[in-house]
């Protein structure tokens, strides 16, 4: 099956897709391919002037600046792959219709434009990390893994809502409000550990985007931080967030499958 | 499966749904769903085909619009899957039925030669020792690095098939290819065709040109309504649908020649609720008199009759109704019959004329029946005028005017 998934034809026409697509992105600007660094750059001195100069949020840990900044980063990744990838099959309508190419590979495009928008941010953490001098621990090898079970979470979300929006265009909209609740669910802006009710922190950390980010805190930026292993005293407990990753990609991945075999009709 | 088969059709239904008003949100679906209403139709566009496509062979597919020839390709492409029956085919196929699918406008020519390259499975490597070939195939050398919205259709399409006929398939399906193309353009893709056939590769062509069936194909089979009509040699499908065409526009004609003839005979319309029956004209030296029988189909109210009459050129020479001359009708109820004469001074000079009948309601938007030439007559007195009409002149004095001198 992976020989199947991974053939030569496969793996030409995705790094075709995604480069048609990075191609494109930055197509008929002045700057080009630097604003793939650029932007986050500078968004993310607009995030460090306003939360940690002026609104001085204190999550009580060190290097506050990248500490937020990782958060918002894998947020925004996760934000890129799902929001991004909703419209992907019907934007490919053309190709849908007109030729057999396996389906899942648009989608998985348009989630690898997101995944190097998060390798270029990660460079861009590096930097403040080492203005910062955070210290790197060995953890740090844990993070590639961490990053993987949130494409996979991603993912899922990913295959399930672009496959549901070539039915109903109500997708979006639902999707966007959706993120705003769990924006406010993930830890991002305010410290977790300091919430007052263990019940809160345990709903929070049911969701792998808490799960996931506060890790990724934790073994790149500060042992500091309040993780999953903290929120459950039961280890048995921690596995949830892990297992709703699976669970939420099983269930993208059966949706897609089964919808996919009309995309060609229903677009 | 016979080893010389590499495509099998078995027993292939293929049904779309065809909602009723597309739902594309959720609350449509929800109303619906509450009220347990059908938000689709369900339409069968294939009907448990079944035929075998032999190695080697050039094979057409060929039908009137609509009647399923494209949904099979894409059943056989492997872009639609067929709701009942199977598909077994040995060999590899080429994934896309059109040319240029997948090409992007805003690339340039080459970038865009890189990605349909991909879609056929090769590599930028591959592609890369392809490209020249491409290029000069296509004759587009100085056009490469341009945008592709900024070819002509005619140079996209160039472009496209030079890059698919590198694919190299076992199975080639190919959707109406040659309707594009100028000349010379078409001479190459007549050469690849024959070229094709002499490699004993497999291609199905779906079209609807017969002159490309006897040039190219072996065998066809000809669809309609979703079912397989006729299934035999090139020679005898083409022939079967020309004149499954000829019978039909034959047919067409004939309807329009009666309607023709008889809208001829009696150049008229209207309701038909009050009809001209017959109509008679008396001619004397002083008077025409017109005498018309009108009778009723159906119950109607008074209506208003009326007549005008032309001269042979066409000109209104008089025109005249009830509603004009003040005459009240009578209602009328079906089958009931009106007399009506019409007496008109003979003001005609020497000319044929035609007379319109008419009848209508008191609105005089609703005609019951307007009847074009129901009547017609001729004047000869033998004294031609070039003037429109000629009526009676008479001389009712003449004399010398005397006294003045007194």
Redesign the interface.
């Given at each position: 099956m992976f020989k199947r998934i991974f053939s030569?034809?496969n793996r030409?026409?995705l790094?075709?897709?995604v480069?048609?697509d990075f191609?494109?992105r930055y197509?008929g600007s002045a700057l080009g391919y630097i604003w793939s660094l650029l932007r986050p750059l500078l968004l993310f001195t607009i995030l460090y002037l306003v939360f940690i100069k002026f609104l001085k949020v204190n999550y009580g840990v060190p290097h506050s600046a990248v500490y937020l900044l990782m958060g918002i980063v894998l947020w925004n990744f996760f934000l890129e792959l799902t929001a991004g990838s909703i419209g992907s099959i019907v934007g490919r309508g053309?190709?849908?219709?007109?030729?057999?190419?396996p389906r899942w590979l648009i989608v998985v495009s348009t989630s690898l434009s997101a995944v190097i928008s998060l390798l270029l941010n990660i460079v861009v953490i590096g930097v403040f990390m080492t203005l910062n001098h955070v210290a790197v621990s060995v953890d740090i090898l844990w993070f590639p893994l961490i990053l993987l079970e949130l494409y996979i979470f991603g993912m899922g979300i990913a295959l399930f809502l672009s496959a549901a929006f070539v039915?109903?265009?109500?997708v979006t909209y639902?999707w966007e409000v959706t993120c705003q609740a769990l924006f406010y669910l993930t830890p991002l802006l305010y410290p977790v550990a300091k919430l007052h009710w263990p019940i809160i922190r345990e709903i929070i950390f049911l969701s792998p985007l808490s799960q996931t980010i506060q890790e990724a805190r934790y073994t790149v930026v500060t042992k500091q931080t309040y993780t999953v292993f903290q929120a459950f005293h039961n280890n048995l407990l921690t596995v949830i967030p892990m297992a709703i990753t699976i669970i939420v990609f099983i269930i993208g991945v059966t949706y897609f499958r089964k919808r996919s075999?009309?995309f060609?009709?229903d677009i | 499966m016979n080893d010389d088969v590499v495509i099998k059709v078995d027993l292939v239904s293929k049904t779309?749904?065809l909602p009723h008003e597309k739902?594309?949100?959720?609350?449509g679906?929800v109303l619906n769903f509450y009220k347990g209403k059908r938000t689709y139709e369900t339409q069968q566009v294939l009907k448990a085909i079944s035929f075998e496509i032999k190695r080697g062979e050039f094979f057409g597919i060929v039908g009137r619009n609509g009647s399923g020839k494209s949904t099979l390709l894409?059943i056989l492409?492997?872009?639609?899957?067929p709701t009942e029956g199977e598909i077994h085919i040995s060999g590899r196929?080429t994934?896309?039925?059109?040319l240029g699918?997948?090409f992007?406008p805003?690339?340039t020519g080459r970038?865009n030669v890189?990605?349909n390259?991909?879609?056929l499975?090769?590599?930028r490597k591959e592609m890369s020792s392809m490209y020249d070939d491409i290029v000069e195939f296509a004759e587009l050398h100085r056009f490469m690095d341009q945008k592709l919205k900024n070819y002509s259709s005619g140079m996209q399409v160039r472009l496209a098939f030079s890059i698919a006929i590198r694919a190299n398939p076992d199975i080639l399906l190919l959707d109406e290819v040659l309707a594009v193309g100028d000349a010379a353009f078409q001479k190459k893709c007549y050469e690849y065709f024959m070229e094709l056939k002499k490699n004993k590769k497999t291609v199905v062509l779906v079209t609807h040109d017969m002159g490309a069936v006897r040039q190219y194909c072996d065998s066809a089979i000809m669809i309609e309504d979703g079912v397989i009509i006729k299934q035999g040699k090139a020679e005898v499908i083409a022939q079967a649908y020309q004149k499954l065409f000829a019978t039909e526009a034959e047919a067409a004609m004939k309807k329009e020649m009666q309607f023709k003839t008889k809208i001829a005979k009696e150049d008229r319309w209207g309701s038909g609720s009050l009809m001209v029956d017959k109509s008679t004209i008396n001619l004397n030296d002083d008077e025409v008199t017109i005498s018309v029988t009108y009778i009723a189909n159906r119950k109607i109210d008074p209506p208003i009759l009326g007549f005008n009459i032309y001269d042979s050129a066409g000109t209104d020479i008089v025109e005249g109704n009830t509603q004009r001359s003040r005459k009240k009708t009578y209602p009328m109820e079906p089958g009931e019959k009106v007399i009506i004469k019409w007496q008109i001074p003979n003001i005609f000079k020497d000319d044929s004329y035609n007379i319109s009948l008419s009848c209508c309601d008191q609105s005089t938007v609703n005609f019951y029946d307007w009847f074009n030439k129901a009547n017609s007559f001729t004047i000869s007195r033998g004294s031609p005028t070039a003037a429109i009409v000629a009526p009676k002149v008479t001389i009712k004095s003449y004399s010398k005017i005397n006294g003045s001198a007194e």
């Open positions: 030569k034809k030409v026409l790094a075709e897709l480069r048609t191609k494109l197509q053309d190709l849908i219709r007109k030729i057999r190419i039915r109903y265009r109500d639902i075999l009309t060609a009709e | 779309f749904r739902n594309s949100s959720l609350k679906l894409k492409a492997g872009i639609y899957f196929l994934p896309f039925i059109e699918v997948g992007s805003e690339l970038e890189f990605l390259g991909s879609l499975g090769f590599n």
